[in-house]
Each structure stands twice: as C-alpha cells, then as structure tokens.
C-alpha cells in the first residue's frame, strides 16, 4: 500500500497517510516513533468491511511536524484539520500508545466525529513517580540523547512474534526525524492527564486494550479509561506487552472488529482478559 501526501490547512504543513478499503470509515493512528506501516495487521483485516485510513504522526514518516514545545491539544488540534481535508465525517478512531491519547483527547473534544474509540496501550493518569521519569526522559530526548535499546527492551519479549516485531520496530526508531520524535515524546510525557477528568463525557463505544506485561500502559490505566467512560470497555491481553497490536494481531483484531461492530451504550464497563492459544 502507498503512501499518500496531503496538504493541510495552515499551520500544518502535509500529512501522510495510507488508506484502502471502502465503507465506514477508521482512522488509525501509531505512537512515537512509529509509523502508520506499524498497523499493517490491523489494515488488512479491517479493510475488508471499512474505508482504513492510517495517518503518520506529526514528524513521524512523511508528515510534518509541529512546532518545538507543542502539546497534546495542539496534536489532536493536528488530527481535526486531517479529518476536515480528508473530509470523512464522523469516524472510528483507533490510537496506540501517543496516538491513544491523541484519540482520546479527539472524541473528548469533537464527540460529533467520533462514533467508536480505541485506545490500545494508552497512559491514564500517571503516578508522580511515572510522571517524573517520563517527563525527565522527554526532556533529554530534547536535547539529543537518543536510546534505542531501552525502549525495545521494554515493548518486547523472546518470543518469535515479539523479535520479528522488534526488528521492524527497531527500522523506524533508527530512521525517526528526531526534533519531530522529540515534540511527540515531549507531548506524550505531559499529556496523560490533559483530558482524563473529561472521559466521563465520552459516551461512544469506548476500547480500551492493553498487554498484562506493559508496565507503563498497564491494565489498570486500561481499566480505568474504560470505567471512567459512559460505555467502555477493557479488554487486557495475557502475555503481551506495549506492541500489542503487533505481537498479538489476531486477538487485537478479534477485538477490534468487535468494537467497530458495537452499536451504541452496548459496553457497560466490561472487564475481559484475553489468552493466545497454542
């Protein structure tokens, strides 16, 4: 699948975005230092019934940044103006990790656009303690310091799928521009509560999915967004960590066709653990 330019409206520059398949459309949108190729199992599969369109982040793949020091809301301000050019209407939408909390900051802030959101590996509400530490690796990210090891370390396991997902993982982070990597991390480490007390507004069908080995996007943040929602849903995946929609394509698309096909106040602060088969 190709992907595709498009010029913004101002201030934005262009956006980059692949998109395939016909019908109601789904927007998907990767984390820092990914790439919208990150959802190729999710495309796939879910371009057999909607119209998919997956976005590269500002300054990720072949996307404009935003401006050094931007926030949360001037990324979800990002996505309204892709949506209005695309001119899609209202949309599913599905972030992972940075992109998670861009969605939810969007079906916060644009509830008309938004018909079902997923948030895969999203933070919610940090500890201090998490806090601090993010903030603090954002801020040498900032000024140039660049670790490749320590993130794949933490995303990954030994396993078969985990590895072949690390070596893909490792070609983007290796390639990311690093001012519009270091903007994104900037956004990500502060905005985990920019929206959370608003998430009681949300009243679409809300996924919230997670590994039960991602640490920093844990079940419990999963949890919590789901309940904090009028009509969410968490669903946490046993052995997997912060790649989960790459290391567990199947059960992430199981439960993502689930949720695109749940009509309205159909969740009801739902709990479900899902497990890999053998």
């Not at 938004?114 to 500890?127: E, I, P, Q, Y």
């Not at 929602?229 to 669903?235: E, I, L, P, Y």
Request: charged share 15%.
């Amino acid at each position: 699948m190709t992907l595709t330019t498009q010029q913004l409206s101002k201030p934005y520059g262009t956006v980059a975005f692949r998109e395939t398949g016909s019908g109601a459309p789904v927007v998907l949108i990767h984390g820092v230092g990914m790439q919208s190729a990150a959802w190729a199992p999710q495309i796939d599969v879910l371009a057999k019934t909607h119209r998919v369109i997956a976005v590269d982040m500002p300054g990720h793949g072949g996307s404009d940044p935003l401006p050094t020091g931007s926030d949360l809301p001037d990324f979800v301000a990002w996505l309204h103006a892709v949506l209005q050019t695309l001119h899609t209407g209202p949309v599913s939408l599905a972030g992972h990790s940075m992109g998670a909390l861009i969605a939810g900051g969007y079906a916060v802030s644009h509830p008309e656009m938004v018909t079902h959101v997923a948030l895969l590996n999203g933070v919610f509400r940090r500890s201090d303690a998490a806090s601090a530490a993010v903030v603090a690796r954002a801020e040498e990210i900032q000024a140039g310091a660049f670790d490749l090891e320590t993130p794949l370390t933490r995303w990954f396991g030994d396993g078969a799928s985990d590895q072949a997902a690390s070596a893909l993982v490792s070609e983007w982070l290796s390639s990311v521009d690093l001012e519009g990597y270091a903007t994104a991390y900037g956004a990500f480490a502060r905005g985990d509560a920019t929206y959370a007390d608003q998430f009681t507004t949300i009243t679409c069908p809300l996924l919230a999915l997670t590994g039960d080995g991602d640490l920093n996007s844990s079940p419990a943040m999963s949890d919590a967004m789901a309940k904090a929602a009028q009509n969410g849903k968490s669903v946490v995946i046993s052995g997997h960590r912060h790649m989960v929609n790459m290391t567990a394509p199947d059960l992430v698309n199981t439960a993502l066709q689930e949720w695109l096909n749940t009509p309205i106040n159909a969740f009801s602060d739902v709990q479900e653990t899902c497990h890999e088969h053998d």
